[in-house]
């Protein structure tokens, strides 16, 4: 299979599927990289399944389109020759079965391939294969229309953009002196207060003293990476980009495959063996069943990840956060290996400004004196998302 990338009103260059995962986006580290305005750092992935296609969103910031609808991030499509993918507003991908005239290897990409078509390739019977082509080559030219349309589309929007510049000048202008009175106003409220706290000690107060903020603290349910989607990424390469590198030359037993951190836009996933940190974790347990604060019965495989999953946070994570991870979203997914086989077992996910809260709430004098370890340790999951 080829996949056609057709970039504004350039010329088509055509690519050769030859990879069970393909990475498209304006990195240069993409399988194939694109540089056009619109198009993320990682924008869609493609997987290749014997003769079928699948593409993802890897949460993209203009979003990829079959057709007229956007598709939801992290989810899988179908991916076939006659609904082309749209990517931003200008990028347009295609599948094709057969090649054009310009043909690149991913694995090869600066050698472009030649085709030609022998005269013994022609046949006067319509064969479903010729048809299939035919339905696609329609499908092009259709696409082609839609895209000069598009053009004359921005041209018009351009023009009326223009024309308004100077009543926006004259808009910015008082917006500037909305903002310089509004900051005088704050200057002399009380939200002033909050304002010079640390954050970590606002956190903290919000977290564990109120409720009513407790959900802007957990990732809405539609922005989690799906469940089905991690064994993808446990495959996928680790530890290559400057992110992911930050945390796995830091944090001990990351750097060995298939362990290792994979950046997913502003997602980091962080995929530990629970073999490394299952001992530990019983550990503590040993600890409090002799205080008698836990008994045997409330201890199961998800209460184990449950302490896992915090050891780890509180071992690994410390001192590793910069504000500019105020914004990522983390998980932590647990694996393990059976019958030779990687599977994930539990996945956590939490925001970057929960991580430091946690880590003070789970080493905290008061968890040492606690008479009930197992309710204290579920009362912090209201924090997190396990699934």
């Not at 349910?221 to 030359?249: G, Q, T």
């Amino acid at each position: 299979m080829y996949l056609e990338v057709l970039i504004d009103s350039q010329k088509p260059v055509i690519y050769k599927l030859n990879k069970p995962e393909i990475y498209i986006g304006s990195l240069m580290t993409n399988d194939i990289a694109i540089g056009f305005i619109g198009i993320s750092r990682k924008h869609l992935k493609i997987l290749v399944k014997d003769k079928s296609c699948f593409a993802i969103d890897q949460g993209s910031t203009n979003g990829s389109y079959i057709g007229k609808s956007k598709m939801a991030p992290g989810k899988r499509f179908e991916f076939s020759p006659l609904e082309p993918i749209r990517l931003g507003e200008k990028v347009f991908l295609t599948l094709l079965f057969e090649k054009g005239e310009q043909t690149v290897d991913l694995n090869n990409p600066s050698e472009a391939v030649a085709k030609t078509i022998s005269e013994s390739e022609k046949t006067k019977v319509i064969s479903l294969k010729e048809l299939e082509a035919a339905k696609i080559k329609k499908n092009v030219s259709k696409r082609k229309i839609v895209h000069a349309q598009k053009t004359q589309e921005t041209k018009r929007k351009k023009e009326e953009k223009e024309s308004f510049n100077q009543v926006t000048k004259m808009v910015g202008i008082l917006l500037v002196g909305a903002i310089v009175i509004n900051y005088a106003w704050i200057m002399y409220s009380e939200r002033l207060i909050t304002k010079i706290y640390p954050k970590k000690e606002i956190a903290k107060e919000i977290l564990f003293e109120g409720v009513d903020e407790e959900g802007a603290y957990k990732i809405p349910p539609d922005n989690l990476i799906p469940s089905y989607e991690m064994p993808i990424h446990l495959a996928s390469v680790k530890c290559r980009l400057n992110e992911e590198k930050h945390f796995c030359e830091r944090i001990p037993g990351l750097k060995k495959q298939p362990s290792g951190v994979l950046q997913v836009d502003s997602n980091l996933i962080l995929f530990i063996d629970e073999k490394d940190w299952e001992k530990t974790a019983r550990d503590v347990l040993s600890i409090q069943f002799e205080k008698k604060t836990i008994k045997q019965d409330d201890v199961d495989s998800n209460f184990i990840s449950r302490i896992i999953f915090l050891n780890f946070l509180k071992k690994s994570m410390s001192g590793l956060l910069f504000s500019s991870h105020e914004k990522t979203n983390f998980y932590v997914v647990i694996f393990k290996e059976s019958k030779g086989e990687n599977e994930v077992e539990h996945i956590f996910a939490t925001k970057g400004p929960i991580i430091p809260i946690l880590i003070d709430k789970y080493i905290d004098p008061k968890m040492r004196r606690t008479k009930n370890f197992h309710g204290f340790i579920l009362g912090l999951d209201k924090f997190y998302q396990q699934y």
